[in-house]
């Protein structure tokens, strides 16, 4: 089903994003060719090994847990629950860890949903917790990015006949994460200011 999805997305020359849970899920939408596999966990070593030599990048959206549980009695969710959803978190956590050492590529995701837009770029706090520097974190929602979205040539970086889309933040990104979390103070998208904190 995973290759018939794929081969269809590909004929119509558009990229596709498998979500899948599981090493099996997991290797299955990275053998079937997707563009970007989103929260698998658990994999082997043979699968990283495998995955390192695709171009298929990973999104291991690990935040959106840590929302779930930490709005649990809003959502509803059991102690049972919340704690498979840390647990779950650990074990997605421990294979980006892996997979960032095995070469992986990573691109940022979210699985963003109700109220957490706007808590995205916390995924990145999780990256640098798996091992990467700052600098690789912000590669994942920059340069690798704008790859799996297919655009390299308008997205994820500033330059001339770039999106104009560039964040100013209160600090250096590159030798603190959080500022990215914390210290925003000017956004502007396409060109036009659309957020000044200064």
Not at 173 to 189: E, Q, T, Y
């Amino acid at each position: 089903e995973m290759r018939v999805a794929v081969e269809t997305a590909h004929r119509f020359k558009r990229p596709i994003a498998i979500h899948s849970y599981g090493d099996s899920g997991g290797r299955a939408a990275l053998r079937a060719g997707a563009e970007s596999v989103e929260h698998p966990a658990g994999f082997d070593d043979a699968t990283l090994a495998l995955w390192a030599t695709r171009g298929t990048m990973y999104v291991p959206t690990i935040d959106h847990n840590r929302f779930y549980a930490e709005n649990a009695s809003v959502l509803g969710y059991t102690r049972e629950q919340v704690a498979g959803l840390d647990s779950f978190r650990l074990l997605n956590l421990e294979t980006a860890r892996r997979a960032h050492a095995a070469g992986v590529r990573f691109a940022m995701g979210s699985d963003a949903v109700w109220w957490m837009f706007g808590e995205n770029t916390r995924e990145l706090d999780w990256f640098v917790k798996a091992g990467m520097t700052p600098a690789q974190a912000l590669a994942t929602a920059t340069t690798n990015g704008a790859l799996l979205l297919g655009q390299p040539s308008k997205l994820g970086r500033i330059a001339p006949g770039f999106y104009a889309d560039i964040v100013a933040v209160d600090g250096d990104p590159l030798s603190s994460i959080n500022v990215i979390l914390n210290g925003v103070r000017w956004v502007m998208k396409a060109g036009r200011v659309v957020v000044d904190k200064r």
